[in-house]
C-alpha cells in the first residue's frame, strides 16, 4: 500500500513539474479552478455554480470533498450566483523573521489564487506544503454586518475528531480534550479550534488566523445534514452585558443580536485554515497560525522574554522562613530575591496585591513603592495580575502608575469569551500596554490567533486546562491530557500552562489541595514540560522553597530557555507520548512525555546534531512507579552518532540539555 501511495505521488510531483501551478479556466465557468501547494502533493479546487465550494486532495487521495463557502450581510450574500471577473495567481517564497517563536525563521513558501466576484467581495485562496487557507475580501463601502459566515467542511469519511466539546462559548477552552466521531457530535454541541481530524494517513487540523474585529470560530452540526458534514458557528455579537460570573470577575453576555459581526465594507476577513500532517509529529512543528497573521504593528525591541516566578499556585507558602508568608512584603521580597538568584527576570504579583476591582488600590499589607525599588535593585522586573474589566476601565491611570513604578507587564485574567467585542478587546487592551512597554499575559482567555505575530507584546495565552485546576477540579489535568496539549491546544501558538510542580502523584494517589497542590504525574514528567510546552513567559509555578530543597533541578530548570532557533520534533503519538528537540544558540533542549503508559524511547542524536556534547538529563527515578518524586539526575558525556535511551515510567518524563563541547 505504501508503496502504491509512493509511485502515486511521484507520479503527481512529475505531472506538475510538466504543468503549470495552475489550472484555471474562462472566467464564469463553473470547471473548477486548481491550485497546487509547491512541492504538488496538496490541491485545491474551486467551483463557482449556486454557490462557491473548494476540495482538497493530499497526495491524490480526496480528504474534503466541495464544500460550500459564502457569507450573509447587510450589503447582500457573498458567494450567492457567483460571477468571477477576475482571477490572478502568484508565488510567494520568504522566510519571516520572528521576534519571538519556536524558531528565529519561518518559511513562508505558498501559491496563492484570488479569485474577484461581481459582488464587491474577493475570495483568496493559498496552498502549502503543509496544509491550505483561504480568506474573504471586501471592497465594500460603508458599514458591514455579517449575519452570518457559512464555512462547511464535507468530509470523505466519519473521522475521529480531537478537540474541546462544549456546551457554550462561555470559557470553552480551559476541558479535557474529548474523542469523538463526526456521527457522534450532537446538535447543540459546540467544538473549539484546533480541532484535530484523523483520517488514519494523515492529521487534519482546522485553525483561524488574523482574527479581528469579528469573533472566533467554532464548528458545530448546523443541520441535518450528512454525516461527513461539520459547519463553521459564531458566537452572535453581544448586545448586553454586565458585570458577574465568579465573584464577579467576568462579564456576562445576558442577550445577544441576530448577527455575529458589525465591522468595515473594506476589510480582509479571519483565514479559515486547516494544517495538512502526514504525521502525528507533524503537529509540533506547525507555524501556519503565525505565518497567516498580519507582521507587527508595534517596535518590539524592548519585548524581552523570560521564566517568571509565580505565587499563586503554591498559595504563597514558603518553608523555612523567619516570616509569616502571605501578602506582605516580605514574601514577596524572598520570590524576587529567588528570581534574581536564578537568573529568572519576572516575577508575578497575583490576585491579592491590590483591590481586585480598583488597581489604584493596592493591599494596605504591601508597600509598592518600597516593593518595585527593591525589585529594580535585585535587576527582577515584576508582572502585576488584573481581572480584565477592572484594568480595561481604569487603563488610563493604571498604565501611568505602572510605568512610574517600573512594572514590566500585567496578567488579565477572566475573560472567557470570543465574540467580537472580546476579540477587540485582545487587541485594542495589547496595542495601548505596548505605548507603556508592557508586556501582557491573557489568562482566563481564548485561543491564539496569531494576534501575538502582530502584537508581539502579548507574551502568552492561557486557553488550557494547566495545573491551576489541580487545586480545586475533579477532572484534573492527567498525563494523557497533558501530552494532547502539545499536538493539538499548541497549534495555534504559545500556552500558559504554569507547569513546574514539585508535588506529585502517581494514578491513583492523587487529591485536590488548593493550600499545598500536587499535580498527577511524575516530577520529571513536569519538567520535561519546560521544553516540550512552548511559552516564551513561562511560570515555575511552585515556591522557591520547593524549588531551593532541590538545588540539581532548580539549577537545571533556570538555565532553560523560553523562546527557540530551531524545532525539531523526533517521536510520539497523539494522547501517547511526545519527544521534542529545540535548539538555542550552539546547544540542544530535549523534553518528553508520556500517559500513564511507561515505555522506552531511543533519541538519535545524528537526525540532529553534529559534534560532541555534554548532557544533563533528569528522567524518572528507578522507583518513579511507585512514588512520583523520584527522579534521576545524571550527566555524561555523548556524540552525534550515538543514541540516549530513557525510560518515562508511567506519567513520567524527562528534559536533557546537549551543551556543545
Known amino acids: 500500500m505504501k508503496k502504491k501511495k509512493l509511485l502515486l505521488r511521484n507520479a503527481l510531483m512529475l505531472t506538475f513539474l510538466l504543468s503549470s501551478f495552475f489550472t484555471l479556466p474562462a472566467d464564469g465557468s463553473s470547471d473548477p479552478y486548481s491550485l497546487n501547494s509547491p512541492d504538488g502533493s496538496i490541491q485545491v479546487r474551486v467551483k463557482t455554480t449556486d454557490l462557491i465550494y473548494y476540495s482538497v486532495s493530499v497526495d491524490g487521495n480526496d480528504i474534503v470533498w466541495y464544500s460550500p463557502v459564502s457569507m450573509t450581510t ?4 457573498l458567494g450567492d450566483n457567483p460571477i468571477v471577473i477576475k482571477s490572478e495567481t502568484n508565488t510567494v517564497n520568504e522566510s519571516i523573521k520572528t521576534v519571538w517563536g519556536i524558531r528565529n525563521e519561518v518559511e513562508n513558501f505558498y501559491n496563492q489564487l484570488t479569485l474577484t466576484f461581481d459582488k464587491g467581495f474577493s475570495l483568496v485562496f493559498r496552498a502549502y506544503n503543509d496544509g491550505i487557507a483561504y480568506r474573504f475580501i471586501t471592497h465594500l463601502k460603508g458599514e458591514l454586518i455579517v449575519y452570518d459566515e457559512k464555512s462547511e467542511y464535507h468530509f470523505m469519511d466519519d473521522f475521529e475528531m480531537v478537540n474541546h466539546s462544549v456546551e457554550s462559548y462561555e470559557n470553552p477552552y480551559e476541558r479535557l480534550y474529548t474523542r469523538q466521531k463526526i456521527t457522534e457530535v450532537a446538535f447543540g454541541e459546540l467544538i473549539t479550534l484546533p480541532s484535530i481530524m484523523d483520517t488514519g494517513d494523515i492529521n487534519l487540523a482546522i485553525v483561524e488566523s488574523d482574527v479581528y474585529e469579528y469573533p472566533g470560530m467554532y464548528l458545530a452540526k448546523r443541520t441535518n445534514h450528512q454525516w461527513s458534514q461539520i459547519s463553521a458557528n459564531f458566537p452572535r455579537y453581544p448586545s448586553k452585558t454586565e458585570v458577574g460570573g465568579s465573584r464577579f470577575f467576568n462579564v456576562i453576555v445576558k442577550d445577544r443580536a441576530d448577527f455575529i459581526a458589525k465591522t468595515t465594507g473594506n476589510r480582509q476577513f479571519p483565514w479559515r485554515a486547516m494544517v495538512i500532517a502526514r504525521t502525528d509529529i507533524e503537529l509540533l512543528n506547525s507555524d ?12 518590539t525591541s524592548w519585548i524581552k522574554p523570560g521564566k517568571v516566578a509565580w505565587d ?28 534574581s538568584a536564578n537568573n529568572i527576570p519576572y516575577v508575578i504579583l497575583d490576585e491579592g496585591w491590590s483591590d481586585q476591582f480598583d488597581l489604584m488600590l493596592p493591599s494596605s499589607s504591601i508597600d509598592m513603592e518600597r516593593l518595585t525599588a527593591y525589585a529594580k535593585e535585585k ?3 515584576l508582572i502585576l495580575w488584573a481581572v480584565w474589566h477592572a484594568i480595561d476601565r481604569q487603563k488610563a491611570e493604571v498604565f501611568e502608575q505602572f510605568q512610574k513604578w517600573g512594572i514590566a507587564g500585567v496578567k488579565v485574567d477572566f475573560i472567557e469569551r470570543d465574540d467580537q467585542l472580546a476579540i477587540e478587546f485582545y487587541e485594542n487592551f495589547a496595542k495601548e500596554a505596548a505605548k507603556y512597554h508592557l508586556l501582557v499575559v491573557y489568562h482566563g482567555c481564548s485561543k491564539p490567533t496569531g494576534l501575538s505575530r502582530a502584537f508581539p507584546n502579548i507574551i502568552n495565552y492561557e486557553a488550557v486546562r494547566g495545573n491551576e485546576y489541580n487545586k480545586f477540579s475533579e477532572t484534573v489535568p492527567t498525563p494523557g491530557h497533558n501530552v494532547d496539549i502539545a499536538y493539538t491546544r499548541m497549534v495555534a501558538g504559545p500556552l500558559d500552562y504554569t507547569p513546574g510542580a514539585m508535588e506529585n502523584a502517581v494514578e491513583g494517589d492523587f487529591c485536590s489541595r488548593f493550600e499545598n497542590p500536587m499535580s498527577q504525574g511524575t516530577r520529571a514528567h513536569q519538567i520535561g514540560m519546560f521544553i516540550v510546552y512552548y511559552a516564551p513567559l513561562q511560570m515555575l509555578c511552585d515556591a522557591p522553597t520547593q524549588y531551593e530543597k532541590y538545588p540539581d533541578v532548580l539549577n537545571f530548570l533556570s538555565g532553560i530557555p523560553t523562546t527557540w532557533d530551531q524545532t525539531v520534533p523526533l517521536d510520539g503519538k497523539l494522547g501517547e507520548y511526545v519527544v521534542v528537540a529545540r535548539k538555542k544558540g550552539n546547544d540542544w533542549y530535549i523534553g518528553g512525555l508520556t500517559n500513564w503508559t511507561e515505555r522506552e524511547i531511543s533519541i538519535n542524536l545524528s537526525e540532529f ?28 558525556e555523548v556524540s552525534s552518532n550515538e543514541n540516549i535511551r530513557i525510560t518515562m515510567k508511567k506519567g513520567g ?4 540539555v546537549l551543551k556543545k563541547k
Open 74 to 77: 447587510s450589503q447582500g450574500t
Open 288 to 299: 501556519m497560525v503565525y505565518k497567516l497573521a498580519r507582521p507587527e504593528q508595534i517596535q
Open 312 to 339: 499563586w499556585w503554591n498559595a504563597l507558602n514558603l518553608q523555612g522562613v523567619d516570616f509569616e508568608a502571605g501578602i506582605n512584603n516580605e514574601t514577596y521580597e524572598y520570590f524576587i530575591d529567588f528570581a
Open 379 to 381: 535587576n527582577v522586573k
Open 609 to 636: 546534531t553534529q559534534g560532541n556534547y555534554t548532557a544533563e538529563i533528569i528522567k524518572d527515578g528507578i522507583n518513579a512507579n511507585r512514588m512520583a518524586e523520584d527522579y534521576a539526575y545524571e550527566k555524561i
Open 653 to 656: 518524563g524527562f528534559a536533557i
